[in-house]
């Protein structure tokens, strides 16, 4: 009501008034008519939508505890709720009982660890006659090529049945070339196909493990298993990383196997029935998340997915700012495409269940792929600073900032106990990253030029211990690169993001009361002028 007298008397003051005033001062009283009637109403709409979003996270993240918490107290371990029967070797009748294995593992130009793969999976205790290993290269390096090719020939030298296969193209990018191997004549026998990144290094018994599910329970399409790091105390950057992903595997593919039977592919570590795959129409590039792509259309053909979080495999983190960001571009602008492009096939679908389909829709794709990043920019970057230059906007700042350090607080002592020490860390890292995420998304949303980008994640390897090999391959421009590199380096939007923070920060010091939010501000704008100029990590190769 305050406010709305203060008007009027600008008004009528302003209509009444002796036309011989002031200029500057109209023009402020402008400005106040501005400020009232139009900013602090669209920063109050603003709020109410954050405080929507906000609700709709808080129902999500209890729906996800509470389905853990009953899955640890009443749940059955998959050996106990699916079928398991071991496969044990048979001397007399030799290989017959193990089932004939595809093993992908796709390569593009990464010379720093095609080893570790292709060595991981030549060393399966699976009888080798049961076992095609399919190097899929894609690589424009020919240096590249040739090293990867005699590794391959190594192996098949040591009796190891492993395929060689390059395209020549990159087309369909990781999609394009799973479809490749996928079309050769010998892959006709196979019944199931594991897939590798050529980071991952599952350990020798990982199909053994694994495989008996999928031979003992037709309905499933799919297991997945757990991704480790070797590399995440390389780094704050790989740290911060690992609470994440923790959360993802603990918590989202944990729920989503144990309560809907599905999830996500997530790419890499898991095996697929072959036949589910050509039921779901195969590896399609219509997006660059080829693998949530696939997971969707076979959940739509009636297939079930199962996660064993109790087998893990090994693999590695970006631990460059340059590498992460290119990555979260693919992962969080992918599923926002898929999602616009699959949604009403979801929601007509008559195969799946009315409680599946409000799972992918609500929680699988709008909640934890769109919502959570938006809600992220929208309230911290936005609405949060600007509460302090519209004072007439009132918000207990103090919530905003507690409520998410207990959340995390409590994710990450389950997820990831040992960083729970990190846990502001995280907070101000993942909202510093939240402008890329929420980008992306609006790119996949609204399909804008990059909505199909796919830049390979930088990966090192035991290449800091061994760097012989990969500078042969370098090119000699290094002032080029130099420049380059600086230009990749310094991030325009996150350091204007930073000088917007300093400015309402400064402004609330001097002029407001909350002193204590100031100082969570101050280490806010540190972590996005890290992000802003790439300090976060290792140095980019």
């Not at 199909?207 to 757990?226: C, D, G, K």
Request: net charge positive.
């Amino acid at each position: 009501m305050v406010e709305i007298v203060d008007a009027k008397n600008i008004v009528l003051e302003w209509v009444f008034g002796s036309r011989e005033g002031d200029i500057a001062g109209k023009m402020g009283q402008i400005l106040v008519l501005i400020k009232l009637f139009f900013l602090v109403p669209l920063v109050r709409i603003c709020l109410y939508i954050c405080l929507f979003l906000s609700f709709l996270l808080s129902l999500e993240w209890i729906h996800l505890m509470t389905v853990s918490v009953l899955v640890k107290l009443f749940g059955k371990k998959p050996e106990k709720r699916f079928k398991f029967e071991e496969i044990k070797d048979d001397l007399e009748g030799g290989s017959e009982a193990f089932p004939l294995v595809l093993v992908q593992i796709p390569i593009a130009n990464e010379v720093e660890v095609y080893k570790l793969s292709i060595g991981a999976t030549c060393n399966f205790s699976w009888p080798t006659d049961r076992l095609i290993i399919q190097v899929l290269d894609d690589s424009s390096d020919q240096t590249t090529k040739d090293m990867i090719e005699k590794e391959c020939n190594r192996w098949a030298n040591e009796g190891i049945n492993i395929r060689y296969q390059s395209r020549g193209t990159r087309e369909g990018y990781k999609a394009g070339a799973l479809k490749h191997g996928m079309d050769q004549d010998y892959v006709k026998q196979c019944e199931y196909v594991a897939l590798f990144d050529v980071d991952f290094q599952p350990e020798p018994d990982f199909l053994r493990r694994a495989i008996p599910f999928l031979i003992h329970n037709p309905e499933l399409a799919l297991v997945q298993t757990r991704w480790r790091f070797t590399n995440a105390d390389a780094c704050l950057l790989t740290r911060l990383q690992e609470i994440s992903l923790d959360f993802h595997f603990k918590f989202e593919q944990e729920v989503g196997s144990s309560g809907y039977g599905f999830f996500g592919f997530n790419g890499s570590g898991g095996i697929w029935r072959i036949n589910a795959m050509y039921d779901a129409g195969g590896w399609d590039w219509r997006t660059t998340a080829e693998d949530m792509d696939l997971s969707v259309r076979a959940a739509l053909k009636g297939w079930e997915f199962l996660y064993l979080g109790n087998i893990q495999v090994k693999s590695e983190l970006p631990s460059s700012v340059k590498a992460h960001r290119s990555q979260q571009h693919r992962w969080f602008c992918a599923p926002a495409n898929l999602f616009r492009t699959t949604l009403v096939q979801i929601a007509i679908n008559k195969k799946v269940s009315l409680k599946k389909k409000l799972y992918m829709i609500l929680s699988f794709f709008f909640v934890r792929k769109i919502v959570g990043h938006v809600f992220v920019l929208l309230f911290y970057f936005v609405v949060l600073p600007l509460t302090i230059l519209f004072p007439e906007v009132v918000l207990r700042k103090d919530g905003a900032i507690v409520a998410p350090c207990l959340i995390t607080a409590l994710n990450t002592l389950v997820g990831t106990p040992r960083s729970l020490y990190l846990i502001l860390h995280w907070i101000l890292f993942e909202t510093a990253m939240s402008f890329r995420r929420t980008k992306a998304i609006f790119v996949g949303l609204f399909r804008a030029k990059s909505v199909n980008e796919w830049i390979v994640t930088e990966k090192r390897g035991d290449s800091l211990n061994n760097k012989t090999n990969i500078e042969s391959t370098a090119p000699k421009h290094h002032g080029v690169l130099q420049a380059k590199a600086l230009k990749d380096r310094i991030l325009l939007p996150e350091l204007g993001i930073a000088v917007f923070l300093l400015a309402c920060g400064c402004y609330g010091f001097f002029y407001g009361k909350e002193y204590y939010y100031y100082v969570y501000m101050l280490l806010q704008i540190i972590f996005v002028t890290l992000i802003g100029f790439s300090c976060f990590g290792l140095k980019s190769m």
